[in-house]
């Protein structure tokens, strides 16, 4: 959806290093989230926030932090990367409604070495 | 905690054949909603079924819902190569975050 932009689409680093993923939406949308994807394991939470001043812990938010910068920017960062957090990274955006449908981003392919 | 577990994990079936997902979960939801994933890119919404409704149609997508099951079901009809990807269904509890199930990898042979 080009709604929903995350930068880099792909990125390779080294343990250790600190790395930064941004997203951006232009929806309007109150709620972003951050996501990873690890093949066979779905879709795991990483940290949500429901609107500018609201940042709450996900499944599996260790190793990782989070920026809620404005209504539409939502950074993620990992402090120090390190080999097992290569993985499928997404960013999704929902409305505070009724049915909360979530709308995905194109996806950050991330590989620590 | 995953809420939803897709069955079967993956799924391989002539075009032209009908496709079966099925999805379960443990708690009581608001409602229950599937979607699609063509490999490596972002998720994208398909449908959606409120705890009240039992039965949804779009296009050839046919999705029910049995709430005392706690169990749904994604059908598509007349499959097309077109819909190899993978499928997820995601539940709706209230004020809390959508959680998703681990996937169903649909591949349609031509």
């Known amino acids: 959806d080009a709604d929903v932009t995350q930068t880099p689409r792909n990125r390779i680093t080294k343990t250790g290093k600190r790395i930064m993923l941004e997203c951006s939406q232009t929806k309007g949308h109150d709620r972003m989230y951050w996501y990873r994807q690890d093949p066979g394991l779905g879709l795991r939470l990483i940290y949500y926030s429901f609107d500018v001043k609201d940042i709450n812990k996900g499944e599996i938010s260790d190793g990782y932090s989070v920026s809620r910068q404005a209504q539409a920017k939502f950074s993620l960062s990992l402090e120090s990367a390190i080999p097992n957090q290569t993985a499928l990274y997404f960013c999704?955006?929902?409305?505070?409604?009724?049915?909360?449908?979530?709308?995905f981003g194109p996806g950050t392919r991330l590989t620590v070495l | 905690s995953q809420q939803g577990e897709e069955d079967p994990q993956a799924l391989s079936i002539q075009e032209g054949e009908n496709a079966t997902m099925n999805c379960s979960y443990k708690?009581?939801?608001?409602?229950l909603q599937w979607y699609r994933q063509n490999s490596g890119r972002g998720l994208v919404h398909l449908i959606l079924?409120?705890?009240?409704?039992r039965e949804k149609h779009s296009g050839r997508l046919r999705v029910t819902l049995d709430t005392s099951k706690k169990s749904s079901s994604l059908l598509i009809t007349a499959s097309r190569a077109a819909d190899t990807a993978s499928y997820f269904c995601a539940t709706d509890s209230g004020n809390t975050p959508l959680v998703f199930g681990k996937g169903t990898r649909l591949s349609v042979i031509a």
């Open positions: 079924i409120r705890s009240n409704e």
């Open positions: 708690t009581s939801i608001n409602n």
């Open positions: 999704a955006t929902s409305d505070e409604g009724v049915t909360d449908t979530q709308y």
